[in-house]
């Protein structure tokens, strides 16, 4: 194969993976000119436009898409294999990137690695702290976490935490002169801290369930937050009731800075998991963390 094939068909897959020049010239540490001429000319060589570019954003064209399907397992093999030369190392090595929200990224990661990257020090992790939905392929990383709850079917997932409650909780000072709320419809009542995980997305909805009956809630209130630290400071400060993991605030509501309502309507559900892509070969690296994450009851 030409070398310059190669080399474009790597760009490509980048473009295609991000939907965005930008973000894969950057993956890529090459200019966006420079990218841009290199899918120009791929495209100019095959005789086929592979991405329609507007202001916006770029997508994969049908014979955009078709070779993407084609050529990436192929790379993503490659990568693979070189990462897998590792294994003929004393210790595995290489860089692990999780993409993971604030909470585990404290009570579970964080932990772990306080034992694990001592005894690897060629093992690398990049944490990159999301509490929203990210597509872990187009952003190439290896591996995600969110609640058992959310996984994608294609995925991968191995718990690395207990399940878990929520727990709707409040300052003494808050409920000072209000009548505590008997059920989710008492919300209503009451001012509630909003938590927002992304820029587009909307507000989280509070999810309650009492022996066998679900109710979903979309709260109100002055205050919207986008991590559940500010959520808890919030509800500290009297500012509305948060819905938070009740580990997260257990401390906190055993001290009687906070008071917890509506426990029986907030019943066990799966905790954390790790996931990642099913067709995606392990590095030693990563399987090193992979058994470290996993959950033993």
Known sequence: MVRENVSDLISFLAVA???SFTRAAQQLRVSQPALSHALKELEARLGLRLLNRTTRSVSTTEAGERLLRTIAPHFDGIEAGLAALTEL???PAGTV??????QPAESILLPTLAGLLPAYPDLNVEISVNNGFVDIVAERFDAGVRLGETLAQDMIAVRIGPDMRMAVVGSPAYFA????PQAPHDLAEHICIGLRYTVQGGISVWDFEKAGRAVNVRIEGQLIVSNIALARQGALQGLG???LPEEYVAPLISTGALVCVLEEWCEPFPGYHLYYPSRRQHTPAFAVLLEALRYRE
């Open 97 to 102: 990137r999780i993409t993971i929200g604030d």
């Open 17 to 19: 993976r991000t939907g």
């Open 89 to 91: 190392r004393d210790k």
């Open 241 to 243: 009731l948060a819905y």
């Open 177 to 180: 002169g209000r009548r505590l």
